[in-house]
Structures are given as structure tokens and as C-alpha cells.
């Protein structure tokens, strides 16, 4: 009779931490080596645009390097108007801050009052 060995492999204990760190810097890598600011235009002058942004405005630099692209499709300096939203890429560490790209989107919506219009019947809602 022949004897047959079955030899299991285990992983090692650390190899589900290691598919977990692999996981967790996959968006870290993703970003491209470009930081990004995210808010509306406040106004372009003088190749400086400044964005309004939740931690306050921010200008960034541009030049006739800089891509404008709007709905995928390139742009041009007009389409950065007061109110619209963007998002600008600049190189991670950029101490001149200059934009390599401009994404432009729509436009902000106008706030509302918060009062509604039509006809009332001075009743309570039910």
C-alpha cells in the first residue's frame, strides 16, 4: 500500500492585513499626484483665478498650459464665470500653485427665500 501525504498551506496571519493596507492606499494612488480644490469661481483676473472654497478663497494660477475642459470638451477662459463650479488640479506640492487642469461645471443655484408662491386658504396644513 502506498502512502500518500496531503501537505495544507495556511496563509500567513499577516497576509489579510497586507490585502487590507493594498486596499485602503488604492484611492490614496488614484488621486494622481494632483491636489484638488473643489468650490465655485469668484472672479479671473490677471491669469489668477480665485475659488471659493468650504475653508475660504483660494487663488490658483493660470497659464496657456492649463487645460479648461467643460462637459469633457475643452473650454475657454470666458466659461469661468462668477458662480460656476469647478474643480482645479494642481500638482501635489505646487508652491506657485499653478493649475494644470480646470474642470468647469454648472452654475450654483440661486438661493430661495424660502417663501413659496400660489394661493392660500390662511388654514392650517393637515
Do not use: C, Y
Amino acid at each position: 500500500m502506498q502512502r500518500t501525504n496531503i501537505t495544507t498551506i495556511k496563509p500567513a496571519p499577516w497576509a489579510g492585513v497586507a490585502v487590507l493596507l493594498i486596499a485602503m492606499a488604492a484611492p490614496i494612488f488614484a488621486h494622481g499626484g494632483f491636489e484638488h480644490i473643489k468650490g465655485t469661481v469668484v472672479k479671473v483676473a490677471n491669469n489668477v483665478l480665485t475659488v471659493k472654497t468650504d475653508k475660504g478663497n483660494v487663488d490658483v494660477k493660470l497659464n496657456d498650459k492649463t487645460e479648461l475642459t467643460k462637459n469633457g470638451q475643452k473650454a475657454q477662459l470666458a466659461d469661468l464665470k462668477a458662480g460656476v463650479r469647478v474643480i482645479v488640479e494642481i500638482p501635489e506640492g505646487s508652491k506657485e500653485k499653478l493649475a494644470k487642469i480646470v474642470r468647469i461645471g454648472a452654475a450654483t443655484a440661486a438661493k430661495t427665500t424660502g417663501h413659496t408662491t400660489g394661493t392660500s386658504s390662511g388654514g392650517s396644513a393637515r
